[in-house]
């Protein structure tokens, strides 16, 4: 299961269900109702769907915490290391420019929600949370890991929507829509934002010295833990706009 699911014993529905979530996690871009229909053959639809869609950007969101504040097993286990990621495309800069469906922006992921309302409810107050500024990461570098992270999903709806706030917010350059680290990023907004791609594209690489990194540039354990659970977050909202757009594409 864990080096190649596409050899264990599985039934259908459990093959269709690990199908997308491999394709939403490594290229959520390339997510297409296709990918959705074949959970509708094994009997999963409309918020059963959904569900599949978001435990898999959730845990991609768990995942990136993990990796970015160097979380490791405090215990023996003998399950092979998993490797990198080798198949399929690398994450790029605003890929695709979101599913051949039609984009989704952060507000339609709510509302794409509204058959699951706890749900809907518990998401959008985590969203308000991690907008929020705080005096560890102001309103302008959550702006601009917002826009970096979306674009590394390929979401680009979303990312252009935070590079206008950021825009208006005083932004100098709105590189970081299409995935650029601004040229003339100072140490600690450029130190700030390769975390975040890193966490967006390779989260896997992240080292107890990027976060030492961090730290030796003024960033206490608050702030590093901050920035760590934004920029996983802007993966799980991408993900989800991305599997909407899928559901929305299958009729």
Not at 4 to 24: K, Q
Not at 130 to 145: C, D, K, Q, S
Not at 214 to 239: H, I, K, M, N
């Amino acid at each position: 299961m864990k080096l190649d699911f596409r050899v264990a014993r599985l039934s259908g529905r459990e093959r269709a269900i690990l199908e997308l979530s491999e394709r939403l996690t490594s290229a959520p871009w390339r997510i297409a109702g296709d990918d959705v229909e074949a959970l509708r053959r094994e009997g999963l639809a409309g918020p059963e769907a959904l569900l599949v869609i978001l435990e898999c950007a959730h845990f991609n969101y768990l995942n990136r915490v993990a990796d970015g504040l160097g979380i490791r097993l405090e215990y023996a286990q003998t399950l092979p290391d998993m490797r990198p990621w080798q198949r399929g495309p690398a994450a790029a800069p605003g890929a695709a420019g979101g599913p051949a469906a039609g984009e989704v922006g952060p507000d339609d992921v709510f509302r794409g929600l509204e058959a699951l309302p706890a749900v809907k409810t518990t998401a959008e107050a985590w969203r308000r949370y991690h907008l929020r500024p705080t005096a560890a990461l102001g309103a302008r570098e959550r702006l601009a890991v917002l826009a970096l992270g979306a674009a590394w999903g390929g979401s680009s709806s979303a990312a252009r929507l935070h590079g206008r706030a950021l825009e208006g917010a005083g932004g100098a350059d709105l590189a970081l829509a299409s995935g650029e680290i601004p040229a003339g990023a100072g140490p600690r907004e450029r130190a700030i934002l390769e975390h975040a791609r890193r966490l967006a594209a390779e989260p896997w690489t992240a080292r107890e010295e990027h976060v030492d990194g961090l730290r030796a540039l003024g960033l206490d354990d608050r702030a590093v833990l901050q920035l760590t659970t934004l920029a996983a977050y802007t993966s799980f909202e991408s993900r989800v706009a991305q599997g909407l757009a899928a559901l929305r594409a299958c009729p």
